[in-house]
């Protein structure tokens, strides 16, 4: 259905200044995350910056934004902004080709793929422990972020940060495939004709395409960071959003690949080990995980490395292959395994659903607390200072997680089925599907022995 038939809707989202309030609310609590971290307390239960980018944010995020808007929060991310602006020469409407700074640039070709992201989300990953508790290290990421996002646009063009280097982006532009919304032309044929790609390019109505996205020949979520410019700008009222069934792009087999099947093992991988370290009965593991730096803490991170990027693919690469030979499937081994690596993407996705309603309910009620005392410093801005620590939903929570993964089984066991009639039928089917509904719910039972 097309939510931008509404010309109230329409209307809306071609207005700029809402877009830029959130932006510049976004900015501002971004900035204010940063300096809590520096002059507020080291207490990061305290501090509003650890409260509220890996409790508040995090929440909103995963829990609402990635699985029902996809790329809904790159839409008012402030990272890129600064550097943005600059690039522009404009804050808000688009201004004169040239007329902004920087060198404009050309990514390589060769690093046009997410595989640093899937680099520099390991490393966060990695040193998460300290990351999520340590306000001054929190502080330190966040403002590295920023900072190379605004230097990267000085020497590149459009979001290079967003789509080659952001940790963040990387996982969402892999969930956003399972959204239920989507940006799409309405007439591939008008896009074709089109005179001047303003769509892509810019004109005196929107800027050209900050993802560096062609909408006339976007067929996933994963590169469309619904920043609504490509609205703005196209003059044939060719542009429409969208809403569509969950988890339509897994089972388009164009745009498959690599990268994006490792980030499946990645994000899969790292819930697991997250459950283990940040919620398990399993104390020499929480320390090493928090001993950055040490032999245990090397030990730790060998074994995680170890884990996701040698363990999982090899273990999935069983079952693949092992539904190969039985289905005599004539694809090829590296065909098999990207293909069904995309099977994973639910079940990654609501393991970290899964995880976070534990994590955040938990950890919910120091949100109020930060609120009204931000740097910890005494104030209670809102007489809320004083709240003590509460976890909220203890009763239902086991019962909701229960649902959520064996709902990701479920989808996950689904999309396996449909990748696998792509090119097979009948038993066929089955057969290439089995091995790897079977992996599957080996990883679901260690979920809900982690989580449950």
Known sequence: MELTRSPLLKAALKFRWPQFILFALMLTGFLLAILSGFIGTPVGSRNFGIVFTWIAWWAVLILVAVPFLGRGWCAVCPIPLPGEWLQRGKLLGPGETGSGSGMNRRWPNKLRNIWLQNVTFTLAALFSSVILTTPVVSSVVLAAMLFLALGLAL?????????????????????????????????????????????YNGNASGYGCPWDVFPGGLAKNTSCGLCLECLRACPYDNIAINTRPFGADLHKPAGRRMDEAFKAFIMLGAALVYAAVLLGQWGGLKAAAYAVGTLPWLGYAAAFLIFIFGLLPALFLLAVSAGRFLSRNPAT??????????????????????FSLSFVLTNASYILVALSDPFGWGWDLFGTAGQAWIPYLTNVLPFLQVGILVAGLVWSVRTALKIAAESLAGRKVLFQSAPVALFSLAVTAGLLFLLV
Not at 181 to 197: H, N, P, Q, T
Not at 333 to 354: D, E, I, N
């Open 333 to 354: 081994p590296r065909q098999v395994f990207v293909s069904f690596s995309y099977s994973l993407v639910p079940l990654g996705l609501t393991a970290w659903v899964a």
């Open 155 to 199: 020497v590149f063009e459009r979001r290079t940060f967003c789509r080659y280097l952001c940790p963040v982006s990387g996982f969402i532009g892999l969930y956003a495939q399972t959204a239920p919304i989507e940006l799409r032309v309405k007439d591939k044929s008008v896009c074709a004709a089109c005179v001047g790609k303003p769509c």
